[in-house]
């Protein structure tokens, strides 16, 4: 019977050439440079968040666990669990909770570096809360250099906020540290593009290979003393090889070769490429811009913490205490424009139980030191002074007089 090329190779006569060194070869490799995603919203959002899993990861630990941080308003020392702005924070909008505003504030800033809230005023007197998509939102820079207003675009329609004596803060701007600009902040997620590009080229790379197991990869030599291949049989080989080796279905199936031709091998194998060691030391570089722990991602050899619970402890005290307190500074130095006093807007860590254990050792060891007053140990471990006990003690002092 013969295989494809054997029928081939029947259809034409060869003759003799004195030549014997000549070569004719059929490539099945294409070098390309490398190609990278862009660096856009759209495209963090699109390649990042959206496909690759230790990115979806990564980013749920930070915001979930960002979200789930009660706050506490500390109000000249004095810590309250009620105040209206917990209750425009607890219910921004009638769509909108307090946990999925700060998941939405959270996504914007490792997708954008941004986080934008408009502060809506009703009829009423009550403010609400929106966020706003960020690659919707533009800075309005003046002749100053600073910013005056904020462009809000949506498809063809343009909306331009400004700032009035009624509500002298319509945007609250939140946005990492930016080394290169005024106006925006720098993503986590920009800084890990190159290493989710490497990750999700070598998922892609993972399912070509197993949906092409058999295709060959390389050149298929045809050495012949009798003349070289013409163009009609060059086409129909390689759209033979194609048909025949290429696809899960023909995975296995051997190669026959006849006809002077000869199969030469040009691509590294996946022993040779050892995408596996490439796809985790990808992952790693992922987990460190968003600073979570390897250990926490469940990626494979990273032991580098005494246990899972050490991890946790770092990735609070490295990466959610830091944004929190920044987040709620920001909120505090805006929403005071609407919302009158000094008050001050505080995480509450003391009810998380991931850091629970560090802490109560802290307040002990603070606790037993004789040479601080009361009142400087509670400043150590951040309670307001015991304006109880002083007074106290000065209604004792008068007594003993």
């Not at 720098?186 to 998922?203: E, R, Y």
């Not at 070769?257 to 490429?273: F, Q, Y």
Request: a negative charge; hydrophobic letters at 40%; aromatic letters at 8%.
């Amino acid at each position: 019977m013969g295989n494809v090329f054997d029928r081939l190779f029947r259809q034409r006569a060869i003759s003799p050439v004195e030549h014997k060194s000549a070569h004719s070869f059929i490539s099945m490799i294409d070098g390309q440079s490398a190609s990278w995603s862009g660096r856009s919203y759209a495209s963090f959002a699109q390649h990042g968040l959206m496909k690759n899993p230790v990115v979806h990861r990564a980013m749920s630990l930070v915001t979930q666990n960002a979200a789930r941080v009660p706050l506490m308003v500390d109000d000249h020392g004095e810590r309250l669990a009620t105040h209206p702005v917990l209750d425009l924070i607890a219910c921004p909008n009638p769509d909108l909770s307090g946990p999925e505003l700060m998941e939405t504030i959270f996504y914007h800033l490792q997708l954008s570096g941004n986080a934008f809230l408009e502060l809506l005023q009703f009829e009423d007197g009550k403010f609400h809360l929106y966020p706003l998509r960020p690659d919707r939102v533009i800075p309005v820079v003046g002749e100053d250099g600073w910013i005056k207003a904020y462009d809000y675009n949506v498809g063809h329609k343009k909306r331009r906020i400004v700032p009035t004596k009624r509500n002298p803060t319509p945007i609250i701007h939140l946005r990492n540290f930016h080394p290169t600009n005024d106006h925006s902040g720098l993503p986590p997620i920009a800084a890990a593009m190159d290493a989710v590009d490497t990750h999700n080229k070598a998922c892609e790379w993972h399912k070509s290979l197993l949906d092409n197991a058999a295709r060959p990869s390389g050149a298929l030599i045809y050495s012949a003393e009798a003349g070289n291949l013409t163009k009609e049989q060059f086409d129909r080989l390689k759209s033979e090889l194609n048909d025949s080796f290429q696809g899960a279905a023909n995975a296995g199936r051997p190669m026959v070769l006849e006809g002077g031709l000869d199969w030469k091998a040009l691509s590294m194998s996946p022993r040779d490429m050892d995408f596996i060691e490439t796809k985790n030391s990808a992952a790693r570089d992922i987990a460190m811009a968003f600073g979570v722990p390897p250990m926490l991602l469940c990626l494979a050899g990273d032991n580098t913490y005494a246990n899972y619970r050490e991890a946790n402890r770092a990735f609070w005290r490295q990466t959610i205490i830091p944004q929190m307190v920044k987040t709620c500074a920001t909120l505090t130095r805006c929403l005071k424009t609407v919302i009158h006093g000094n008050w001050t807007l505080v995480p509450n860590f003391e009810s998380i139980e991931s850091i629970a254990d560090e802490r109560l050792a802290n307040w002990a060891s603070i606790d037993v030191l004789n040479i601080l007053t009361e009142d400087e140990k509670r400043e150590l471990i951040g309670l307001p002074k015991n304006t109880f006990n002083n007074t106290s003690s000065d209604n004792l002092g008068q007594r003993e007089e």
